[in-house]
């Protein structure tokens, strides 16, 4: 398994794959508001990736962050996680939060690891079962993280990016809250842009619930405002930035990385300038 996408197809013809591990990263709840209609459902014998109460850090004020490599390793552990293990990730709104965790487990250091295109959805369109939803315990895995720093940034880098624009930001969130035309959902926070970065909302790359062609990806990647530049990605809680992530990857081979405190962060730290479409703050 080398791709960092499979189709329903090729998972429903893998399930009795020994090393295979089927993780469930949907959430009940989001920021959009996109609903399922397949909440409480499951591919049979999937493990429930609890993104919101297990893997993200707990010690910090801001949503999602991503959780420090031991403890990453020891949740992933109790999910029967081994170095060995060839991991697909899905989520009931096809493709939401189910780049998110994959993104995570490359940034521990494991590159087994793929998302179902499509999700339940894509599932459900070929004919496949769905079960209840059911929480388990496993025999503890023997996972081990090794963590690439050069996958994230934080909010110091994005400042001094401001200066030297060695990296292109590019922003997964919809076009009314980048311009600054269309508020927050978060309260009290500001909406607008970080300076100098490009809007791409996340659903330009997704054709309902998959991601869309790779020829058709391509032409957004190789746009003249991005092509070959090094990206950091940005949303609102670093969500949807880890999908215009593995969309890029799915294509390029330049260098990215995701801003994990993302607007969440960005707009509600003092002294940070916001933009607008009509003003500079």
Partial sequence: MKSTIVSAKWLH???????????????????????????????????????????????????????????????????????????????????????RTWWMFKIMGHINIAVLNGGLPAWKNEGFELVSFQKKEYQLGNFKATFNPEMVRN????????????????????????????PDPRAGLKSGHIPNSLNLPYTNVLNNTKFKSKEKLTKIFTSPEISNKSLIFSCGSGITACILMLANEMVCDNKTAIYDGSWSEWASAKKTPINTKTLTE
């Fill in 155 to 182: 909010i110091n880098e994005i400042k001094s990016n401001l200066t030297t624009e060695n990296e292109l930001v590019v922003d997964a969130r919809s076009e009314g809250r980048f311009n600054g035309t269309a």
């Fill in 13 to 99: 013809k893998n399930l009795k794959n020994k090393d295979l591990i089927i993780l469930d990263a949907s959430q009940n709840e989001n920021k959009t508001n996109l609903k399922s209609e397949f909440e409480n459902l499951q591919i049979e014998n999937a493990r429930f990736f609890d993104l919101k109460n297990t893997f993200s850090d707990h010690h910090s004020d801001l949503p999602n962050m991503l959780p420090n490599p031991k403890d990453f390793e020891k949740e992933c552990r109790k999910l029967g996680i081994n170095n060995s293990s060839k991991i697909v990730v899905y989520d009931n709104l096809g493709i939401y939060t189910s780049p």
